[in-house]
T-cell receptor
Framework: NAGVTQTPKFRVLKTGQSMTLLCAQD?????MYWYRQDPGMGLRLIHY???????AKGEVPDGYNVSRLKKQNFLLGLESAAPSQTSVYFC?????????FGPGTRLLVL | SQKIEQNSEALNIQEGKTATLTCNYT??????LQWYRQDPGRGPVFLLL?????KEKRKERLKVTFDTTLKQSLFHITASQPADSATYLC????????????FGRGTSLIVHP
């Protein structure tokens, strides 16, 4: 039981490049989330999903897109990366009240 | 607007003492509040949950209190150890909505041997 896994662990992008962050969970959870964490800002919700095929915007959705084609996977896309998207990205999932987090993806946009 | 506030300054204490961390909130009608631990380079890990109708919860050396009148939760670690050094996040879920938690910015705890 791996819990929540994230791929990749670390990535460097140039401004304007695109990429997809993958989150996978093996706990059969309905809810999945993408957060970004910046120094002094705490965890901020980007997008979330309440089930397969559904997505919704969080607090800071601009510049990101998501897809939940399979229940176990939640993808976060950056179509045209900007330096302001340099951050650590965390995926989380839950069925009840408690969230289970992945190990994070550190993204640097130059 | 809704706000969750945690002390941004690190809390430094000596091993064996009780650490007390504070989480204050405004403009929330809470359903429940959670505390998470985050170590450097890792994702947050759930510690305790307390509901709006509960005053106190305990788990081993951890204790959480919840005062909805003061709009405050206190998180205590008794007999603290250097291994307790980490950042502690509180997360509030409001009633009447999606219950998706909103996280505070966290407080760093440093336990000195």
């Amino acid at each position: 039981n791996a819990g929540v896994t994230q791929t990749p662990k670390f990535r460097v992008l140039k401004t304007g490049q695109s990429m997809t962050l993958l989150c996978a969970q093996d706990m059969n959870h309905e809810y999945m989330y993408w957060y970004r964490q910046d120094p002094g800002m705490g965890l901020r919700l980007i997008h979330y999903s309440v089930g397969e095929g559904t997505t919704a915007k969080g607090e800071v959705p601009d510049g990101y897109n998501v897809s939940r084609l399979k229940k176990q996977n939640f993808l976060l896309g950056l179509e045209s990366a900007a330096p302001s998207q340099t951050s650590v990205y965390f995926c989380a999932s839950n069925q009840g009240e408690t969230q289970y987090f992945g190990p994070g993806t550190r993204l640097l946009v130059l | 607007s809704q706000k969750i506030e945690q002390n941004s300054e690190a809390l430094n204490i000596q091993e064996g003492k009780t650490a007390t961390l504070t989480c204050n909130y405004t403009n929330y009608s809470p359903a429940y509040l959670q505390w998470y631990r985050q170590d450097p380079g890792r994702g947050p890990v759930f510690l305790l949950l307390i509901r709006e109708n509960e005053k106190e919860k305990r788990k081993e050396r951890l204790k959480v209190t919840f005062d909805t009148t003061l709009k405050q939760s206190l998180f205590h670690i008794t007999a603290s150890q250097p291994a307790d050094s980490a950042t502690y996040l509180c997360a509030l879920s409001a009633s009447g909505g999606s219950y998706i938690p909103t996280f505070g910015r966290g407080t760093s705890l440093i336990v000195h041997p």
